[in-house]
């Protein structure tokens, strides 16, 4: 495997993706049932309170292998990387979940979990150069799938579907504290960006704004289009595309559902290549060839372990612990500064 070097933006289109698949491919998680009038401030709130818990990576310069010198460090390492085989494991259940909810025959999920690993083994044994040059490609193609989704429902928009609440104040609080995510994309985007030249440099601000610029479009769109019942849409994105007037010709929602399904697979493999770079930090000098290897078989039993599909408090946990493991990794290079 060779050690590359990826640009800051290839990095944060990887993360912009996988949180987006996390945003609106979510078939195991149940919908969040509030209109857009609370969502949309919620969902704000929630990208200020990532953004500050991001706002020390700006002065975070070391690498995973002089973290891994600090016996505290090596700890802090481990934790990492047991949030991203967690949340790998439970992205490997929700990718099932997705093609069994879109495709018309589910295939078994230990034929799907073998053949999706070895995909994930070859995408970290490529390098992170690798799957960030796929980034782009995928990138393309979703934001033209997102466009044709915009597009196939604009005849159907009503004005008067929009949901108006009198005091939706307490309900944005309420929506807050049942639907804050820090995303695990996050944590592993800290982690590979010491393959990026300037680190310290990576503009989380505009990836936030992008983030959040994608989810109120859609929460608009979809309420427009499908009123009440859109917050009750465990998929309400690929209901758009269903219901859209051009998914009518050739079943082109089946297109949209293969484009989401490479943002998630790419989600995985990310996940997959920092927790990768993390165990390197972590296990002796003569297992460092092994690491691809365990970072797969990790991957793998915690997604046999969360079959069929992980619950909800899970979610919660691994947000708590990608916030946590952010933060720790932050945290040191700082103490190591004063150490010194």
Not at 21 to 41: C, G, H, K, S, T
Not at 57 to 81: D, E, Y
Not at 177 to 193: E, H, K, N, Q, R
Request: with cysteine; glycine share 10%; hydrophobic share 50%.
């Amino acid at each position: 495997m060779k050690d590359d070097t990826i640009g800051g933006g290839q990095l944060l289109v990887c993360v912009y993706l996988t949180m987006t698949a996390e945003m609106l491919i979510r078939p195991y998680r149940d919908p969040i049932q509030f209109p857009a009038q609370v969502l949309i401030p919620a969902a704000g709130i929630n990208l200020l309170l990532v953004a500050l818990l991001l706002r020390p990576q700006k002065r975070s310069v070391l690498c995973c292998a002089q973290r891994a010198q600090n016996p505290v460090g090596k700890i802090i390492l481990f934790f990492a990387a047991a949030v991203l085989s967690v949340s790998g494991g439970a992205a490997l259940n929700d990718a099932d979940g997705f093609l069994g909810f879109t495709g018309e025959e589910r295939i078994s999920f230990f034929l799907f979990l073998p053949l999706v690993l070895l995909l994930v083994f070859y995408a970290v044994r490529l390098g992170a150069e690798g799957f960030a040059r796929v980034g782009g490609v995928v990138l393309i193609l979703i934001l033209l799938s997102f466009g044709l989704v915009v597009l196939s429902n604009l005849r159907d928009l009503r004005l008067q579907n929009l949901q108006i609440l009198p005091h939706p104040e307490t309900k944005v609080l309420q929506a807050l504290g049942t639907g804050f995510y820090f995303s695990p994309a996050l944590l592993a985007g800290t982690v590979l960006s010491e393959k990026t030249q300037y680190p310290t440099k990576l503009r989380w601000s505009r990836l936030l704004i992008g983030v959040f610029a994608t989810y109120f479009l859609f929460t608009v769109i979809g309420e427009l289009t499908l009123g009440s019942f859109a917050s009750v849409q465990r998929q309400p994105v690929y209901t758009l595309a269903r219901i859209g007037g051009l998914s009518v010709f050739r079943r082109l929602d089946s297109l949209h559902s293969s484009i989401w399904l490479m943002a998630l697979l790419l989600g995985i493999v990310m996940e997959a290549a920092a927790t990768e770079l993390l165990l390197r930090g972590i296990m002796p000098k003569g297992g460092k060839r092994y690491t691809v290897l365990v970072t797969v078989l990790l991957f793998g039993s915690t997604a046999v372990l969360l079959h069929p599909f992980p619950t909800a408090t899970l979610f919660r946990w691994i947000t708590v612990g990608a916030a946590g493991g952010t933060l720790l990794l932050a945290i040191i290079p700082q103490r190591r500064r004063r150490e010194h």
